[in-house]
């Protein structure tokens, strides 16, 4: 079975500052996909960012980019000029393409400070 | 808005009845998933259909059931609840599989009394 693990349970960053959240996982298949998804105060789960694991290209969406380690099955998420909106649950996540499992890490709560 | 709909947003019940919790997905997707969140188990991934037909199943113990509908609407049945099994039910949807982007419900609060 995959297990994702987030090591930081809390963290803290100042307003237009750049945030580094730390994911690892481990899965002996080959296809797999990986995100990260926010959940804000308001309880929405919101898609963050998407990798393919074949793809070595780190993924990135505007102020969200990701460090992909593939053969240190390392998955970080970079938040660059953190903005107050940013604040939120932070879930890293895994999915098996052939066995359509699909698991999520503790979290990591993150506050960005004024 | 995520597009995807579920129904109530909030569900007080004792132990030991029957709720149904209801999930419309965003239009044009075909897979809803179901998950629980809870305070001690963080998400957990419950069970996943495609056009009507179970595709995956996760956590989800005995006493849940699942299914979805021709319309692609689903519902989550939980009977004979217990305490523990108060938690935070999200819906999600996707066009086809979990490896797209999954667009998530408000989710549904249950508090079992």
């Known amino acids: 079975a995959q297990t994702v693990t987030q090591s930081q349970p809390e963290m803290s960053v100042q307003e237009a500052e750049t945030v580094t959240l730390s994911c690892t996982y481990d899965?002996?298949?080959?296809?797999?996909?990986l995100f990260w998804y926010k959940q804000p105060p308001s309880r929405q789960m919101i898609l963050v960012i998407r990798?393919?694991?074949?793809?070595?290209q780190n993924a990135t969406e505007n102020r969200f980019s990701v460090n992909f380690q593939k053969a240190a099955k390392s998955f970080s998420l970079k938040i660059s000029d953190s903005q107050l909106g940013d604040t939120a649950m932070y879930f890293c996540?895994?999915?098996?393409?052939?066995?359509?499992?699909?698991?999520f890490g503790a979290g990591t709560r993150l506050t960005v400070k004024p | 808005d995520s597009g995807v709909t579920q129904t109530p947003k909030h569900l007080i019940t004792a132990t030991g009845q029957r709720v149904t919790l209801r999930c419309s997905p965003r239009?044009?997707?075909?897979?809803v998933y179901w998950y629980q969140q809870s305070l001690d188990q963080g998400l957990q991934f419950l069970i996943q259909?495609?056009?009507?037909?179970?595709?995956a199943k996760g956590n989800i113990l005995e006493r849940f059931s699942a299914q979805q509908f021709p319309d692609l609407h689903s519902e989550l049945n939980l009977s004979s609840l217990e305490l523990g099994d108060s938690a935070l039910y999200f819906c999600?949807?996707?066009?086809?599989?979990?490896?797209?982007?999954?667009?998530f419900g408000d989710g549904t609060r249950l508090s079992i009394l």
């Open positions: 999600a949807s996707s066009e086809w599989g979990t490896e797209q982007p999954q667009h």
């Open positions: 899965t002996s298949e080959n296809n797999y996909y």
């Open positions: 990798q393919e694991a074949y793809k070595q």
């Open positions: 996540a895994s999915h098996n393409y052939n066995n359509n499992d699909m698991r």
């Open positions: 239009s044009g997707d075909l897979s």
């Open positions: 259909y495609y056009n009507g037909e179970e595709r």
